[in-house]
């Protein structure tokens, strides 16, 4: 599996960004749970978002709750991350990651296979 992230960049507070993250190298990518992550320097990666295989379940850190939106498109195998209402806090690199496993709960998932990442930077 190869995933890339793509969208990352400088923001203003307030405003928003959008990432988009292509899955390639196996079929089905409508049977894979995929989320969202984050590590800030210094900082622990943390967890963003995930999104269930079915598009029916999201899950949200609490950082984000309110702000962000996890979506997948299966038919471009590709899920998106929309960033609204933009803090400075939020300036890390953003990874993409599948869980391995097919049809799993989204709310406990596993992630084996990780993006390379993508710089967002809030200016203040």
């Known amino acids: 599996v190869q995933l890339q992230a793509s969208g990352g960049g400088l923001g203003q507070t307030g405003g928003s960004l959008r990432l988009s993250c292509a899955f390639s190298?196996?079929?089905?990518?409508?049977?894979?749970?995929m989320g969202w992550f984050r590590q800030a320097p210094g900082k622990e990666r943390e967890f963003v978002a995930s999104?269930?295989?079915?598009?029916?379940?999201?899950y949200y850190g609490d950082s984000v709750k309110g702000r962000f939106t996890i979506s997948r498109d299966n038919s471009k195998n590709t899920v998106y991350l929309q960033m609204n209402s933009l803090k400075p806090e939020d300036t890390a690199v953003y990874y993409c990651?599948?869980?391995?496993?097919?049809?799993?709960?989204?709310?406990?998932?596993?992630?084996?296979?990780w993006g390379q990442g993508t710089q967002v930077t809030v200016s203040s």
């Open positions: 990651a599948a869980d391995g496993r097919l049809y799993s709960d989204a709310e406990f998932a596993t992630y084996d296979y």
């Open positions: 190298g196996r079929r089905f990518f409508s049977s894979y749970v």
């Open positions: 999104i269930s295989w079915d598009d029916v379940r999201t």
